[in-house]
């Protein structure tokens, strides 16, 4: 095995682990927002009350209108569902990492406004009861990196592969002028 | 006729589906049928509300600090403090409203909670009034009132002259005598989470040491807090300033069930 060989296995297991990292941490989030409060069996009218549940996290950030924030709520946990389990396929991985980075960048804007504004609000990252703080935000920040990284990755890797694929074209072979 | 690259496509498409399926199916499989509960001591030790659990605790004169229907299906807890702006907001812009309309026709069953913050100068004094307020039955007005006026009070720290304007003379002197052996620093939360002391002289300072124990408990972290309780279970603290009509959506929500 050549060492570009080596380099090009290293860079695809890294993206491969982030890609499924990513995914997991969306999945999960989707999870903590859409599971059963209360002891509550999982049932559409238990979905319905935890999505209640986040819509009070959305509108506790002050950003959107009352008429807003609850569709923002109904719309972002099966969203992140999607886009985890778009990232656990890997396919057309580089519009679901730039999608998942332009998601998480706008999440940590939210995030960083609120805490410079002095509000002392849950995250409601990863489900309810979780203070905005620094931590949330070293952990969303971290989370942003890494998601740039796998669209870089998968931006990079995709010219690779079409460089690779694309048909050779033997320029000294001599035409035919019959 | 699909051709040969255009099979391998949909042949990769089609594994990466199949393994995806298999991982979510292995995740629905181990994953707990029924989630933990959440961190607040109300609902990981008791699913019952802290007032009710501490209903047969408490002396007879114990400042009654609710509104509403003690049999409402929905019962709201808040841990606030009369000097925080956020706690003003949430009173004004929330709270009045649901006053109003959920906890007068007997959904909704309002306790608050004393949780006053040491960096705030006046609110522990502002709780005590309260307090004494809430030994005589005028909790709801008094505390309409120091949320009303809460731009003004805390500029020299006289309370009384509001409280006069909410209650009848007689009540006032009530209050005043309840009042009289509170001469200390009213006690307040800690940043440290240590235990404030009551004032052993003024009867209202245990009262309001008790609710600070228990926001310590939940944990409040910011106020105002709040937890909701529903049919014997209780939801995750949420803290923050939550509109009126996400609240009501929320609570619509509960009550269908």
């Known amino acids: 095995m050549t060492p570009n060989e080596t380099r090009g296995n290293f860079a695809r297991t890294l993206l491969l682990l982030g890609r499924l990292a990513l995914a997991g941490i969306f999945l999960f989030a989707a999870y903590a927002k859409l599971k059963p409060q209360a002891a509550m069996p999982w049932s559409g009218s238990s979905i319905k009350t935890s999505l209640s549940l986040f819509a009070m996290q959305v509108d506790s950030y002050q950003l959107l209108p009352p008429q807003l924030v609850s569709p923002a709520a109904h719309f972002l946990p099966p969203f992140e569902l999607f886009l985890g389990l778009w990232l656990l396929s890997g396919v057309l991985l580089r519009y679901a990492s730039l999608i998942t980075t332009l998601l998480l960048g706008a999440f940590f804007a939210v995030m960083v406004r609120t805490y410079m504004a002095g509000l002392e609000i849950n995250c409601g990252c990863f489900g309810p009861g979780e203070r905005l703080g620094p931590l949330t935000l070293l952990r969303d920040g971290s989370l942003l990196a890494l998601a740039l990284a796998v669209t870089i990755g998968a931006f990079i890797h995709g010219r690779k592969s079409r460089t690779e694929s694309a048909p050779v074209t033997h320029a000294s072979t001599p035409q035919r002028t019959d | ?257």
């Open chain 2, 1 to 257: 006729m699909i051709s040969r690259t255009s099979r391998d496509f949909i042949r990769r498409i089609a594994a990466r589906i199949c393994s995806t399926a298999a991982i979510l199916i292995a995740f629905a499989i181990f994953a707990p049928a029924s989630p933990a509960q959440t961190a607040t001591p109300t609902s990981a030790k008791s699913s019952a509300p802290a007032h009710k659990r501490a209903a047969a605790d408490a002396a007879p004169g114990a400042p009654v600090k609710t509104i509403g229907n003690r049999n409402a299906p929905i019962t709201m807890e808040v841990f606030s403090d009369y000097q925080c702006p956020s706690c003003g907001s949430f009173y004004e812009n929330t709270l009045r409203a649901m006053i109003q309309d959920y906890v007068a026709s007997g959904k909704v069953y309002l306790i608050h909670h004393d949780f006053p913050l040491q960096m705030h100068t006046y609110s522990g004094q502002a709780a005590r009034w309260a307090n004494a307020a809430a030994m005589i039955g005028q909790f709801q007005d008094v505390d309409a009132v120091l949320f009303d006026n809460q731009a003004k009070w805390p500029v020299d720290g006289d309370i009384e002259k509001y409280v006069a304007g909410a209650v009848s003379p007689a009540n006032l002197k009530r209050i005043e005598a309840i009042l009289k052996g509170c001469t200390a620093p009213p006690p307040t939360s800690k940043a440290d989470r240590s235990l404030p002391q009551p004032e052993v002289g003024c009867p209202v300072d245990t009262y309001i040491v008790q609710d600070i124990v228990l926001g310590y408990q939940i944990p409040v972290q910011a106020t105002p807090t709040f937890i909701i309780h529903y049919k014997g279970q209780s939801y995750p603290a949420s803290s923050g300033i939550i509109t009126w009509p996400i609240l009501k959506q929320f609570f619509d929500t509960l009550l269908s069930q």
